[in-house]
């Protein structure tokens, strides 16, 4: 895959995939919807595992690098199903893009890296003030927006502090073997959860656009985007890729308004100009004139 092909690729799927999570959880249970996405990328994972003999290791270093990942996979996905019924795929896809600075700060408390500059945290303010204004216009749009709102920041926490406690762990593994073995500790995991929320299968209920969500999300937005993802995290320099995160609430607020009807307020769209406003100087502050890079102490 050529890594404008991959590039294109991660863009789609991650401006796609809040949408297909709300569309999955129409008819399908949240809980269920999450557990049948896993467990089509869990199979689909394991065959390409087996036929390219891809080495699988199960040794106590590897172990742990599985569980942190299965903690984002686990924490960051079963929360963002369940925040699914109250918000637009847009509002998830935006409050999604917050990873990268929640991530900052989680890592400067496990891994000890430097003190954050004073213009990333002027950035942090300015994205933390336009979701208020995401969130407070949510409330006006349902009474119980609210859990919506928990609901997702636990799961771009959870998320945040996966990909940090995973940089703490040194091993050199093939990335299809630890989304593999991330999805075995966390399958069971989102199982369990079902039979405790939910324990129904009512097949009969689900409808197609539910049904074709939750394939798309198993096949493309737990495998495929992965292998994007990787190539162009190797190709590509770290400012590239974190663009990936300013545009997709872009696209996911466009879709969700055209492909699902989901409404664009005054205050949705002023509050997303601040978020995306604050990650853009959290990302290239530094090359702004008179902006040093090195970070000073708190």
Known sequence: MSVS?????????????????????????????????????????ALVIKMGKINLPWHKQALRLYSFSALGIFGGMLCSYLAAPYL????ISLVFGLSPVISAVLAKRILAEPNISGIRKFSMVISLLGLGVVCSDNFTLADDGIY?????????????????????????????????GALTL?????????????????????????????????????LIAFYAYFTILQKLSASSVTLITLITP?????????????????????????????????????LIPGIKKKPIRS
């Open 250 to 286: 872009v696209v996911a607020l466009s879709l969700g308004a055209m492909l699902n009807g989901e409404v664009i307020t005054d205050k949705l769209i002023i509050g997303a100009v601040m978020v995306l406003l604050g990650l853009s100087i959290y990302h290239f502050g530094h």
């Open 148 to 180: 919506g709102i928990i609901f997702i920041l636990l799961a771009v926490f959870f998320f945040s502090l996966s990909g940090v406690l995973v940089k703490s762990v040194s091993i050199a593994i093939h990335p299809l073997a630890t989304t593999v």
């Open 88 to 91: 637009s795929s847009g509002i």
């Open 5 to 45: 092909v991959a590039y294109l690729a991660v863009l789609l799927i991650w401006s796609t995939t809040p949408l297909g999570i709300v569309w999955s959880s129409e008819t399908i249970n949240p809980s269920l919807a999450v557990l049948l996405r896993m467990l089509i990328a869990l199979v689909l994972g």
């Open 186 to 222: 966390a399958t069971p995991m989102f199982l369990l959860t079902w039979l405790v929320l939910d324990g129904t299968l009512p097949v009969e209920l689900w409808q197609a656009r539910s049904i074709w969500s939750t394939l798309y999300l198993g096949v493309f937005g737990s």
